[in-house]
């Protein structure tokens, strides 16, 4: 398939023109009339991904590898170290981040990941009435994404309503008047104003709360007659307990 033809299902699927206007999503290497012989899915990329799929393929990616102003390919440097290799590998990628955010990714958390109904929505911000107590939202926050140890702000002992926006969301605290707001990336800073605005906040990590893109795009594109393969990124944070 040619990566214009691909380009045009994403682009039905979630429309490159729901980005927002920061973002960089669309295609960022290749090729319109490119012939690609697989999709490869992931959040991110890395040289291990290239090395084992890189030639002749099209990743589609969550966050952008060019992201914001780059002034310069030093190799030796990140990204382009990256964008040197999927060049010389013959590859391609799309990047599908806030559009995708915004049609399928903070519903899907949502619904499917914490078993929530929606009862109102906006662009990045998922909320529901709940009746959660304080154990109940770190039981099924840390069950939901995996985590081993929760960064909570201003706890509650009672929920009665809870807000998801999934990857980093802190910037959006003003946008809900949530008991409870879900999201990752919460710097020390962000707390300190959820604390002022009496605002309970539970970290649930940029990478937990994001890795669903590879298999909820899988699901769309599963029936394309080429190969679609999931190539998950690590995390590139290690958690290390220490005595």
């Excluded at 992201?67 to 990256?82: A, Q």
């Excluded at 709940?130 to 994404?145: C, G, M, T, Y």
């Excluded at 929760?150 to 910037?171: D, F, M, N, Q």
Aim: proline share 3%.
């Amino acid at each position: 398939m040619k990566i214009a033809e691909i380009y045009d299902i994403l682009d039905e699927i979630s429309p490159f023109e729901l980005q927002e206007a920061w973002d960089n999503s669309g295609l960022l290497i290749g090729s319109a009339e490119r012939e690609i012989s697989r999709i490869v899915l992931s959040l991110d990329i890395d040289e291990e991904m290239i090395r084992q799929f890189g030639e002749n393929s099209l990743f589609i990616l969550h966050h952008p590898p060019i992201f914001g102003k780059l002034s310069k390919l030093d190799f030796s440097e990140y990204p382009s170290n990256l964008i040197e290799k999927l060049i010389l590998s013959g590859s391609s990628v799309i990047a599908m981040h806030t559009n995708f955010d915004k049609t399928h990714l903070n519903r899907y958390v949502f619904r499917e990941i914490l078993g929530l109904q929606i009862d109102r929505e906006s662009d990045f911000i998922c909320e529901a009435r709940v009746q959660w107590s304080l154990e109940d939202a770190k039981r099924i926050v840390s069950e939901a994404f995996g985590l081993e140890y929760l960064k909570i702000v201003s706890p509650k002992e009672r929920i009665e309503k809870v807000a998801l926006t999934t990857g980093s969301g802190a910037s959006l605290m003003g946008m809900t008047d949530a008991d409870c707001f879900l999201t990752g990336d919460i710097k020390y800073h962000d707390a300190m104003e959820a604390m002022s605005r009496g605002l309970m906040m539970i970290d649930i990590g940029h990478y937990e709360s994001e890795r669903f893109f590879a298999p909820l795009l899988y699901d769309e594109l599963k029936n394309l007659p080429i190969s679609v393969i999931i190539a998950q990124s690590k995390n590139p944070f290690q958690i290390e307990y220490m005595k």
